[in-house]
């Protein structure tokens, strides 16, 4: 949801992902504002998964515009798989570059923040309930950083993020078919607390998904901030996403 399991796609296989944030002003305009994330993601082999994606926003001008490019690598390293459960670990990289405004302290690298995050997720799965945690660090790599006298720059450059997901699968009570839509409702907390400043944020994010076929996701959540004093765009938001994948879309060469 706004957070990557563990899990990475099939080998040869391919997702393709429209991603939308939604919110009705920012701390910038008076008016409906949207960020738009295309995606695409390759499942190279069984553990690799690559992905390419860029956004166009209004969320800093009354016209939409072309406002970053996002390069991501996930890598799982582990993985014990039980029946109606598993645990996997898994390793990314994110880089990012944007041309959006150098505005507010909280990072993001997607859409806001030119930059580098390397994270760490952990996904355990029981029956109809997962958990997943991420632990990451993120770099902004702006020429500001390098010269802040000059420019007078008091945002943070470097940040640490922890967040938590919990998903619970609410329909079908038993399979029957791969046909079958599911339905799961997850609740995640989402932080981030800056390295170089003494500021920090923590958000809370309810949401809800449906599966069809199997391969079709439509994610709808809300997230909203429980506690922090970080100057952001935003502290209200909402997400809308569609998904939808092709396994085997690659076939193996002989």
């Known amino acids: 949801m706004f957070n990557e399991p563990a899990s990475t796609l099939p080998a040869r296989s391919l997702s393709i992902k429209l991603k939308n944030h939604l919110v009705q002003k920012t701390a910038l305009l008076n008016q409906f504002s949207f960020r738009s994330t295309p995606q695409v993601f390759v499942g190279l082999n069984k553990n690799l998964t690559?992905?390419?994606?860029?956004?166009?926003?209004?969320?800093?001008?009354?016209?939409?515009?072309?406002?970053?490019?996002q390069l991501y690598a996930k890598y799982r390293f582990l993985s014990k798989d039980a029946i109606h459960r598993h645990f996997r670990m898994a390793g990314y990289l994110e880089a990012a570059r944007t041309n959006a405004p150098f505005h507010y302290d909280e990072i993001n690298l997607g859409g806001d923040r030119s930059g580098?995050?390397?994270?760490?997720i952990l996904t355990q799965l029981w029956n109809k309930f997962a958990l997943s945690g991420t632990l990451?660090?993120?770099?902004?790599?702006?020429?500001?950083?390098?010269?802040?006298?000059?420019?007078?720059?008091?945002?943070?450059?470097t940040s640490a993020q922890f967040n938590l997901s919990a998903g619970y699968l609410v329909f079908p009570k038993t399979y029957t078919s791969y046909k079958q839509t599911n339905l799961n409702f997850y609740?995640?907390?989402l932080t981030q607390k800056a390295l170089d400043r003494s500021l920090y944020y923590v958000?809370?994010?309810?949401?809800v998904?449906?599966?069809?076929?199997?391969?079709?996701?439509?994610?709808?959540?809300?997230?909203?901030?429980?506690?922090?004093?970080?100057?952001?765009?935003?502290?209200?938001?909402?997400?809308?996403?569609?998904?939808?994948?092709?396994?085997?879309?690659?076939?193996?060469?002989?």
């Open 50 to 69: 690559i992905r390419l994606g860029g956004t166009v926003s209004s969320m800093y001008s009354t016209q939409a515009k072309v406002e970053s490019f």
């Open 116 to 120: 580098l995050e390397a994270g760490l």
């Open 136 to 157: 990451s660090q993120t770099q902004v790599f702006h020429y500001y950083r390098w010269d802040k006298v000059r420019h007078g720059v008091l945002h943070p450059f």
């Open 187 to 189: 609740l995640e907390l």
């Open 203 to 207: 958000d809370l994010a309810p949401a």
């Open 209 to 254: 998904q449906l599966i069809f076929a199997s391969k079709t996701k439509l994610n709808v959540g809300y997230r909203f901030q429980l506690d922090g004093d970080m100057k952001r765009m935003m502290q209200r938001s909402w997400l809308l996403s569609l998904e939808t994948s092709f396994l085997g879309a690659f076939k193996r060469k002989n």
